[in-house]
């Protein structure tokens, strides 16, 4: 059993047993039940993997042995899944146990992606930063599908620095075929797509590296330009994508040559949200958890 993490929740919630036989039998005849009436892609595992902030752990408690159970319990489903629990992780690094999921799924998702509506620091930086970045790269390549979902539920109109960072966080080590962002930031229309999503940067001109610390540069921030950027299919040239998950300490910009940056005004894409590659010139230095996307 656990209680609820949402803020100002009062219910409580319980965590059902994987090593359970019943429950993989219950979960199956649920599952062939329903892709009897319908047709879905995939089946999606919700918190799978999930003992986070039990209230107590369970008997003779393993984590191997629990995410060895699910795992089975994905497999039994002879389906594809796909899970969310790319979001558990140490605090002190390392990508969630739950990619280990990964041979049985399509994909996975990792909630509060680089910001989150919990605690009193929506932006995620440090450690934890470095691990969704990780995270990312280790999708992209395993050929899974990844949705980092931002669940900042800031409004959109007044949270614009949020959005460039959560952003330039993903474009850092995104992955054309596989990775997908999912965000919550709040609209008029409640339609949560924002106009920076328009973006698209290709031709990268280093490889993706297979771990974030590939991108930090010498000022102290991550950073990857990239050869092709256009916003809504209209080119816009190179540009270049510079992160600083700094808490405490500003840091420089790295490069030269770039006269503008990404521009946001407004929120929604259905609510006048609006998007430009002519902003002002990016700052020298970057102050800490703020990130810039630089054009020429």
């Not at 489903?77 to 280990?100: D, K, Q, R």
Request: include cysteine.
């Amino acid at each position: 059993m656990r209680a609820s993490s949402k803020p100002g929740s009062t219910y409580t919630v319980y965590l059902m047993n994987p090593l359970a036989p019943d429950m993989v039998k219950l979960y199956t005849s649920y599952v062939k039940n329903e892709l009897s009436q319908q047709y879905f892609d995939a089946i999606f595992d919700d918190d799978a993997d999930d003992y986070y902030a039990l209230a107590a752990m369970p008997c003779s408690f393993n984590t191997a042995t629990w995410l060895n159970a699910y795992i089975a319990e994905e497999k039994a489903l002879l389906h594809p899944v796909f899970y969310n629990g790319l979001g558990i992780f140490s605090s002190t690094g390392g990508v969630s146990p739950s990619i280990a999921m990964n041979p049985g799924a399509i994909g996975g998702m990792a909630e509060a992606c680089y910001s989150t509506e919990w605690g009193s620091q929506p932006i995620v930086n440090g450690s934890k930063w470095l691990t969704f970045e990780n995270t990312e790269i280790a999708m992209a390549q395993q050929n899974k599908i990844f949705i980092c979902y931002s669940n900042d539920l800031a409004t959109a109109s007044t949270a614009t620095a949020a959005r460039i960072y959560v952003y330039a966080s993903f474009l850092l080590t995104y992955n054309v075929s596989t990775s997908r962002r999912w965000e919550y930031f709040g609209t008029t229309s409640g339609y949560s797509v924002e106009p920076e999503s328009k973006l698209v940067a290709l031709s990268p001109g280093i490889a993706t590296p297979s771990s974030i610390t590939g991108l930090l540069t010498s000022t102290g921030v991550y950073a990857r330009k990239y050869g092709a950027c256009y916003i809504g299919g209209t080119s816009v040239g190179a540009c270049a994508v510079v992160v600083n998950s700094d808490n405490v300490y500003s840091h420089a910009f790295p490069y030269t040559g770039y006269h503008h940056s990404l521009s946001l005004s407004g929120g929604g894409i259905l609510d006048g949200g609006t998007v430009s590659a002519k902003g002002a010139a990016p700052p020298a230095n970057l102050a800490p958890r703020t990130a810039v996307i630089a054009f020429q």
